[in-house]
């Protein structure tokens, strides 16, 4: 066999077959736009014998693509595994339901028996949970054994379709007797919070059958962490439980406790960055005192324990023979606490498995970690009060524009045309308080009103020579991220437009710059006593688009990377975007 040939067929094996039974396509970087686009791609699904998965993660389909493969798998029986992550890097979000659509329709056609359905990655929010429900729903989903959602933007809405779906796709195959046993659960950074969560653990609760549960950051408090817990209950083959970065308090922990009690094939347990509290890390001494015989890792890092608590938790685990890592890292221990720590750990022969204290923030009073907890409750409690009059506000704005706008297009239609050099005032002297309205008001929608020339009008209305404003404009343009491409794409691009005018100025110092931005995140005190604002994940997702952008000083990226990697409490709610923020700093800063 020739050389190039011999180098064709390893290139054809390396992009397509990778185990048997699997036609890959996973991370090339493709864009399928049409039918015709996808012709290559189709071939090879018809002619593919046996199939029993598709890897299509890391491309970009159109709907009319999505709609010739659904075409081609539409025979495909013996199919079982859809690895469907980050298919829709680019499109807008209104393609994505009909898509899955098409997709999920095929597979009902084909009398297909699902056992992979992973669709992570995809910001398809409550309308693609749509796009899949009646594939949910159907026989293809009878057999379903993983479920991927992860970072989907599902929000509240979503999380209710998807679990009433769920609970149907049980119910019908209960009645056909083989019911639904899913057993692997992932939908971490959905937003599902507590009306989500809740609907969910119905779900759960009915299946029983779940070894893996994956919710990180979630904003889901104790009443929807309550709800999971006695979910969990029902779920006696658990094995890993992973709620990181939810907020469960001392409510939401002893619950989780008391089911913990009753598990006893859990394995990894990661309550990091949950607040459990002192009284929740004793609950969950206690639990480890009577249960859990084979847990083998147990993370409640910053979760505001106390010396007492931890060292109960650490005692607790003396008989874990399966234990490879305790994390108590970022608690309220103070140094002889951690000294403590470490020395029942040692004493006890496990010393190798405590994880870093590196990030203790010493010792909290008894008094302030109360009446923190009661403020937290009382925040719950009028949390939605607070959202639903923000809501009227922002909705009320939205009409006022819509009539400007309205009145506007009036004015252009009954207004004869003038010549160019006639004095009058510019249809778009209406354009401006729409800018005002955003930077006073800051929302998606508002942003993307503004069109192509955000920048611009956003430019014009903010003093771009102030450090402090640039700042201010910086965290109004970042507070509104989404993952949906359009949002994102709007975002990123007017942060970097008026961070690019803001730097290019030689009036402006960087180092007023950055001090501002440290200030308003709550990283520094201001002599000014100027007030933080409530730091939310596009802030630092934003930024870390930015520091990795020409414009950005690279002399100030150790200084973002010292106080990043301070534990701070305003940056409490966004460990996954400040992690990865951290991530591209260290990377970035110069190395000694």
Sequence with gaps: MASEDVAQLADSLAKTQVREGELSYKGRGLKFDNAKSVEALVREVEEFQGLRALRLEG???????????????????????????????????????????????????????????????????????????????????????????????????????LAAALMECYKQSSAL????????????????ENDGATALAQAFQMMGSLEEVHMPQNGINHPG???????????????????????????GAIAMAQTLKGLHSVQVINFGDCLVRSEGAAAIADALMLGLPILKELNLSFGEIKE?????VAKAVRNKAHLEKLDLNGNYLGVDGCKMLKQIMDDMKIGNLLGSLSDDEGELEDEEEDDEEEEEDEDEEDKDGEDEEEEEEEEEEDEEDNRLKADQDVEAEETPAKPQNTVSTPVSSTRPPDVTSFLSFPSPDKLLKLGAKRALLIEQQVDMLDAGKTVEA???????????????????????????????????????????????????KSEEKIKPVKVVPGHLLALDHAVQQDYFPREHVAVLHAFMSRRSKS??????????????????????
């Design 177 to 192: 007797g083989s019911p639904l046993t899913l057993k692997v659960f992932i939908a971490g950074r959905n937003r599902l």
């Design 474 to 524: 910086f965290l109004k343009i970042s507070s509104v991220y989404k993952e949906e491409h359009e949002v994102k794409k709007a975002v990123l691009d007017t942060v970097d437009a008026v961070l690019r005018k803001a730097f290019s100025h030689p009036i402006i110092q960087s180092y007023s710059f950055i001090s501002a931005l440290l200030v308003m995140l709550g990283l520094i």
């Design 308 to 312: 007492e608590a931890a060292l109960m």
């Design 225 to 251: 962490v309550t709800a999971l817990a006695k979910a969990m209950q029902s779920n006696q083959k658990l094995r890993v439980l992973n709620l990181n970065d939810n907020t469960f308090t001392k409510k």
């Design 59 to 161: 491309n970009t389909f159109g709907v009319e693509a999505a709609k010739a493969i659904a075409k081609s798998l539409e025979k495909k029986g013996e199919f079982e595994c859809c690895y469907w992550s980050d298919m829709f890097t680019g499109r807008l979000r209104s393609e994505i339901p009909p898509a899955l659509t098409s997709l999920g329709g095929a597979l009902m056609t084909a009398g297909a028996r699902l056992k992979v359905l992973d669709l992570s990655d995809n910001a398809f929010g409550p309308d693609g949970v749509k796009g899949i429900d009646t594939l949910l729903r159907s026989t293809a989903c009878h057999t379903l054994q993983e479920l991927h959602l992860n970072n989907c933007g599902m929000g509240i809405g979503g999380g209710k379709i």
């Design 571 to 592: 940056l409490e709610s966004c460990s996954s975007a400040r992690n990865s923020l951290m991530s591209t700093l260290e990377r970035l800063r110069p190395k000694c």
